[in-house]
């Protein structure tokens, strides 16, 4: 056997060993991704359903005040108060957790959950070093409310315009591995974000009744169905959507200023008028230059919303002293400033 007969098989051998080989991989991988996906977390959804029977058992009052497809009802062991239940709304992805100190992996066997499902998918359980967490996943965007009662906590899921007046959605353009424009390594989903924090801690303050729900809080990348559906789902009264500008090219320029999207789909006109008011303020805030309101139907959040929309592009990252401005903390106040007074003054007229 020559040497190049022998490198020959050589490769052959060890192609079919990597072809052999891999699907295995993929089956590990697989495999380690849904360990982790699962993280010892049981769905516990047929004790819901299974609900309907051990009512038969409770009280009329209980039947008739439980359970109305959109409350479920826990019941804590005597060393837990309610004190010890928190719940999270993560309104992006439809999710809740209740978080329970003090209750472990066998919880549900020994107290069991009632309720009924109409907006419930899934329910899963899981508890960790004496912390149990239900993760409920509903079909739509609601509120979770908790009242206490004795030893029972009841959990009543609501629509959000029952709990708020009106319901804002504010959106941080990008995120997560898609940084948006980019610029002396000053990524546009950083700055959206800083901004959308801004704004945040000023609604966090605001005495009105006004539920703000954000498409992100952190460095995530909700799917742009995600992001115009919990605008959509929430029937939001307003839905702001906050980015930064970069010319065509992507090249350093001279063009600068403020610049808003709305939709001429709309023909409510609801869509330019918020739009215009978002300008104006981040005008009169920022003394940047306007470049005016603009139509935006191409862009997919925009199209697709049936709230009132606006995507504000605050400034241009592509312009050198307007990309010192958007780094700035004290810009990035004012043009949460603008964005607030915006959104405030378009619900007032509304
Ligand atoms: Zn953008």
Redesign the pocket.
Known sequence: MGAFTAIILAVAIIMSCILIYVPNMHIIALKIEDSKLTGGRVSVMDMLKASDMELQGEGEETRKTVLKGHQIRLTLPQNVTSASVSIENFHVDKNIAISINGIGKDYFDEYPMLGESNNITDITYASENLVGVIEITLDRVLEAQMTSEGEYIYIDFVDPHEVYDKIVVIDA??GGNVP??TKMGVY??DI?LDIVLELKRKFDRCDKNIGVYYTRTDDSNPSFENRVGLANDSKADVFLSV????TASGRMSSINGSEVMYEGGDSSGESKKFASLCLDHLLGELGSKSKGTVVGDEVYIIRMSKSPVA?V?VGFMTNQKELENLQDKEYQRKAAQALYDAVLEYLDEN
Do not use: C
Request: glycine share 16%; no cysteine; proline share 0%.
């Open positions: 353009g990008h948006g424009a546009e989903k959206n980015h930064n500008n970069s995507l592009e």
